[in-house]
Structures are given as structure tokens and as C-alpha cells.
């Protein structure tokens, strides 16, 4: 079975500038997410999403960032403009139901300069 | 709300020593209870977990966690660490209620080191 699919693995980029990851779960996986790992810390919940739908983007800051899923199976995080202390790991993960068991992709990893 | 406290950023052990990596969460309400590995340069993979009934829960490589209500602790063991096992170690938390059901809080994480 494929597990979650993230791309770009790496990004660099100028802060102000924009940038998008996307991101493929398990097929069949109602639920995605999107978590920010800063270096030192542990994952935080930007967006969860059931089908296509969001449950919860509290934790998003809505003024630069902004993600969809499309048709309920991939999913894009965008970041404009970016800013300095958005340089982290983007994390994806899919999960089957809504116990907590999530299967995570490699992540991405940006660094704005 | 909930949060969840790793007491150590870092644990060097020597291979074949016992570990236990420390977690406390706070919450009001009933919990799951989760760790999560992050072995090098790879993505996070559930290690074990506890929704229910035993509070002692184990993995298929060795490791095992009690959940302690009274403590509200749910650390994680192993009796004989293996290189291998070097890697960073996240316990997180979810709610069992509401519509974000299986939305995780993360503690920082542990780095455990397994030195030859």
C-alpha cells in the first residue's frame, strides 16, 4: 500500500515570496491533515480535513496561509507571503478514522531567508 | 485544553540498557494517548497506542507504555534498547469528543541516542 505522498521534499525561498506543497494521502483516507513542526518543537495542527470539507483550521493563520483538498483526495498548503519564522517542516497525514492513528508523510521542509 | 509535557529533550543510552522516555499530558477530559517515532531523514510512524481497556499497551518491537490516570503520565519503556531504536519519540494526545476527533497535540519530543 502507498503511503502519503509529499512533494517538494525541500524548499528555499525569500520571505514575501509564496510558495504551495501538495500533498497525496492513503487512498481512502477520509481525513487529512496539515501539521507545522518548527525545529525543537512538536507537530502543530494547522488544518484538518474530512472528504473535502475543513473541521478545523483554528491554528491557521488565515491571513497567509490557505489550503484546499480537491475532490477529497489531494490537498494544497500555500504559504504568501512567507515570512521568516514559517521556515519548518510541513507534515501531511491521512488517517482512515478519527481515533488519532494518522500515517504521515516525509514532510516538507521549507526555509525562508 | 489539552497539552502534553516530554521532561526530556534528550536521553543517550548504551545498546542493551533499560529507557523509559517520560510523558505527562493535561487534560479535563477523557483522552487517547499516543507515541509517535521519527527515525532519521523519514516521517513520523505510530509506535503504539492507548484508546481503551488495558493501560498497558506494547509495540512489536519491545517498547510498551502505561497509561496512569492518577499520574496522568504515559510513559514509554524498554527493557534492552538496540542502536536501532535511536531516533526522536513524540508522545501526543487526542480527544476522544467533538468533531476534531482525531486532531493530536504533540509534546516536543525525546531524542533518544543508542551508543555501542
Known amino acids: 500500500e502507498a503511503g502519503v505522498a509529499q512533494s517538494p521534499r525541500y524548499k528555499i525561498i525569500e520571505k514575501r515570496q509564496s510558495v504551495a506543497f501538495w500533498c497525496n494521502p492513503i487512498s481512502g483516507h477520509a481525513t487529512l491533515y496539515w501539521y507545522q513542526q518548527i525545529l525543537g518543537q512538536g507537530p502543530k495542527l494547522l488544518i484538518q480535513?474530512?472528504?473535502?470539507?475543513?473541521?478545523?483550521d483554528s491554528q491557521l493563520p488565515k491571513d497567509r496561509f490557505s489550503a484546499e483538498r480537491l475532490k477529497g483526495v489531494d490537498s494544497t498548503l500555500k504559504i504568501q507571503p512567507a515570512k521568516l519564522e514559517d521556515s519548518a517542516v510541513y507534515l501531511c497525514?491521512?488517517?482512515?478514522?478519527?481515533?488519532?492513528?494518522?500515517?504521515f508523510g516525509e514532510g516538507s521542509r521549507l526555509t525562508v531567508l | 485544553a489539552q497539552s502534553v509535557t516530554q521532561l526530556d529533550s534528550q536521553v543517550p543510552v548504551f545498546e542493551e540498557a533499560p529507557v523509559e522516555l517520560r510523558c505527562n499530558y493535561s487534560?479535563?477530559?477523557?483522552?487517547?494517548l499516543f507515541w509517535y517515532v521519527q527515525y532519521p531523514n523519514q516521517g513520523l510512524q505510530l509506535l503504539l497506542k492507548y484508546l481503551s481497556g488495558s493501560t498497558l499497551v506494547e509495540s512489536i518491537n519491545g517498547f510498551e507504555a502505561e497509561f496512569n490516570k492518577s499520574q496522568t503520565s504515559f510513559h514509554l519503556r524498554k527493557p534492552s534498547v538496540h542502536i536501532s531504536d535511536t531516533a526522536e519519540y513524540f508522545c501526543a494526545v487526542s480527544s476522544p469528543y467533538g468533531g476534531s476527533q482525531g486532531n493530536l497535540i504533540f509534546g516536543k519530543g525525546t531524542k533518544l541516542s543508542v551508543k555501542p
Open positions: 480535513f474530512q472528504n473535502n470539507g475543513v473541521v478545523d
Open positions: 497525514a491521512s488517517s482512515p478514522g478519527t481515533t488519532g492513528e494518522l500515517f
Open positions: 487534560s479535563s477530559v477523557s483522552v487517547y
